[in-house]
């Protein structure tokens, strides 16, 4: 049983906090999440137990910290069925991809060679693409969505060539919500002799992820979307890409030693990406939060989202005056817009009802183009997400015609 | 403006200047000054365009993608600055964005534009209530010759 009072009751954010004079509804958990008591207690318990640095001292203390750091890249790597060694950490997915184009794109891309990305993909996963490929000469490409906004391996197969040699995809896409079968794209990547780049930002905390089965080369997420804190995030990578891979920073703790004619030797991964302490409370709360999240179970979160979502479609369908962007996607996001009113004029008069949406072009500005429209308003729902936070929103969308309430009632 | 004005009127004022922007349009005269205004917290991303002569705004105007609340109150904004000297209009902005603030204003200047009274209550959309009237700012010092970096 999906015991969902038990859960709300776990995060202080949900404890009857309000928003306007009505109770908080918190619908942009593609955005960020609240955190349970058990992250916040990990945190707390480095600095009131066990304070001090990781990897290097002689002490008790650091070493307790060294073997905890340890235990918590171990979570990860059991999370999405990598080996530890494989797992680096990062600040969040923006740096993690940002590492892979600078890292591993900047030293082996080539003029002429091609990136494929689409036109889905959050900034983090196309800008940093633009400035290696004007760094190295290399070209972008874009692979087509389907009228729907999918991104299919049929549509790969047209676009794929071999001069392709990166493709970097999301997931799940953070607009529409629809997931991609990376396994797929990623067999038919490697038949091109390319690598493929995930961006997990908005699957990882949803969708149980095995980067074994899914044979990607490179995945990264942050930690604040699934529960954990903010300023943590990781890159995965296959070992043998990670040891080809130039680290992003240098500096102290990825150096095995250096000397004055310049002659340096790096550790070998995850540590050689490890430059400077670590954010060592963010890596102890990223583990709390998968841990809390594997005590709960993926699949079952994955099928509460998916009742939600369902639900929400079909009462938002008997609406006429909500046009929805995404009625098919898999993932807890909803795009939509209220007939004739600007996304963020809905969004704020959602806000003076105590509802925490989205409006904007989510970092994903190209896709605009592709939706035909210039802003859209995005709900996300998460593992503590109710009926009645739904039926709230609904609520709002029925009355969102008189959105100027937001200033005079 | 009636000093007496009522929700309802202000909601009308703004919806009206919403629906049928004033001054929003794009100069085909090279002598305007023209600033690009958009802000990473929105989705606001319009342009102000001021043309001065002899110390008096002789035309401003605007255009681009935006909410009500930007480009209604931008709307109102070429209204009440066409026409005024130099002096005049940075006394009205002064006066306006004091009010946006919830500070201390002289309403008698601000006409229309009193309807963005309550802007503070929504507190994410004050940067939409004052975007275009920043630009103007920027534009009205670059006309004086004191060159503003603008971001």
């Given at each position: 049983?999906?015991?969902l009072k038990?859960?709300r009751?776990?995060f202080?954010?949900?404890d009857g906090?309000t ?5 908080l509804v918190y619908l942009d958990?593609?955005?960020t999440?609240f955190?349970p008591k058990?992250?916040?207690k990990a945190?707390e318990k480095?600095y009131t137990?066990?304070?001090?640095n990781a990897?290097?001292?002689?002490y ?8 905890k750091?340890?235990e918590?890249?171990?979570?990860v790597?059991?999370f999405?069925n990598a080996k530890?060694?494989?797992?680096v950490?990062?600040?969040g997915?923006?740096m ?6 600078y890292g ?6 080539k003029k ?8 889905a ?8 693409w633009f400035?290696?490929a004007e760094m190295?000469?290399a070209?972008?490409g874009?692979i087509p ?6 991104l299919?391996?049929?549509?790969l197969?047209k676009?794929?060539t071999?001069k392709?040699k ?6 799940v896409?953070n607009v529409?919500?629809f997931t991609?079968?990376i396994?797929a794209?990623?067999?038919?990547t ?5 690598i ?8 990882v905390p949803h969708l149980?992820t095995?980067v074994?089965?899914l044979?990607?080369d ?10 954990g804190p903010?300023g943590?995030g990781?890159?995965y990578?296959k070992y043998a890409?990670?040891q080809?891979t ?5 500096g ?6 250096f ?14 990406f ?6 060592i409370?963010g890596?102890?709360?990223?583990a ?6 594997q005590?709960?179970?993926?699949d079952?979160i994955?099928s509460?989202e998916?009742?939600?979502?369902v639900?929400?479609i079909s ?7 909500v046009?929805l962007y995404?009625?098919?996607?898999e ?6 817009n209220?007939?004739?009113?600007f ?6 008069y959602?806000?003076s009802?105590?509802?925490?949406v ?8 190209i896709?605009?183009?592709?939706l035909?429209t ?9 593992l503590?997400?109710s009926?009645e936070?739904?039926d709230?929103l609904i609520?709002?969308?029925?009355k969102?015609?008189?959105f ?6 | 403006?009636?000093t007496l004005?009522n ?19 794009i100069?085909k ?9 958009d802000?990473?917290?929105c989705?606001?991303?319009?342009y102000?365009y ?10 401003c105007?605007?255009?681009g993608?935006a ?5 209604a109150?931008a ?21 306006y964005?004091?009010?946006?603030h919830?500070?201390?204003y002289d309403?008698?200047?601000l006409?229309?534009?009193?309807v963005f ?8 959309r004050?940067k939409?209530?004052?975007i275009g ?6 534009l ?12």
């Open positions: 049983m999906y015991n038990k859960i009751s776990d202080p954010m949900l906090k928003m306007q004079g009505h109770p958990n593609a955005a999440t955190k058990a992250v916040l945190i480095y137990e066990y304070t001090a990897h290097r001292g002689d008790d203390l650091t070493h307790t910290v060294d073997v750091f340890d918590a890249r171990q979570t790597a059991d999405i530890k060694e494989e797992v950490f990062t600040s997915t923006s993690s991809l940002n590492m892979v184009a591993w794109g900047a030293k082996y891309l002429g060679d091609e990136i494929l990305l689409t036109q993909e959050h900034a983090s996963n196309v800008l940093p400035k290696v190295t000469g070209k972008i874009y969505l389907d009228a729907e906004g999918r299919t391996v049929e549509s197969r676009t794929i071999d392709t990166v493709v970097a995809v999301a997931h896409t529409l919500g991609v079968d396994k794209l990623a067999k038919l490697h038949e091109f002799g390319a493929i780049v995930v961006d997990g930002a908005q699957s149980k095995d074994k089965d044979d990607c490179f995945l990264a997420f942050s930690g604040h979307k699934l529960c903010t943590i990781v890159l990578g890409l990670l080809k130039d680290p992003f920073m240098t102290g703790g990825m150096n095995a030693r000397d004055m004619c310049g002659e340096v030797s790096y550790l070998q991964p995850p540590l050689k490890e430059a400077g302490t670590q954010n409370e890596v102890l709360g990223l709390a939060a998968i841990k809390y999240l005590n709960i179970g993926l079952n994955a509460h998916h009742e939600l979502r639900y929400a009462e938002m369908k008997k609406l006429d005056n046009i995404n009625e098919r996607a993932a807890g996001i909803i795009t939509f209220l007939k004739g009113v996304g963020q004029d809905a969004a704020t959602f806000n009802r105590g509802v925490a989205r409006s904007g072009n989510h970092c994903a500005k896709l605009l183009t592709f035909n210039s802003n859209t308003l995005r709900a996300s729902i998460y503590y997400t009926k936070d739904v709230a609520d709002a969308c029925k969102g015609g008189d100027l309430d937001a200033y005079f009632n | 403006m009636p004005i929700p309802q009127m202000m909601r009308q004022v703004i919806m009206d200047h919403y629906e049928h922007p004033r001054n929003k349009r100069p005269d090279d002598r305007y000054l023209k600033i690009h205004m802000s990473a917290s989705i606001d991303d319009i102000v001021l043309l001065v002569e002899n110390g008096i705004i002789k035309d105007c605007f255009d993608v909410c009500t609340i930007s480009t109150s709307s109102i904004m070429t209204e009440l600055v066409m026409g005024k000297t130099l002096k005049d209009a940075l006394y009205i902005i002064k006066q964005t004091a009010m946006i919830e500070e201390k309403d008698s200047v006409d229309e534009a009193i009274m309550n802007t503070a209550k929504q507190a994410a004050i939409c209530a004052t009237w920043d630009g103007l700012e920027e009205i010092h670059e006309s004086e010759g004191e060159k503003h970096d603008h971001r």
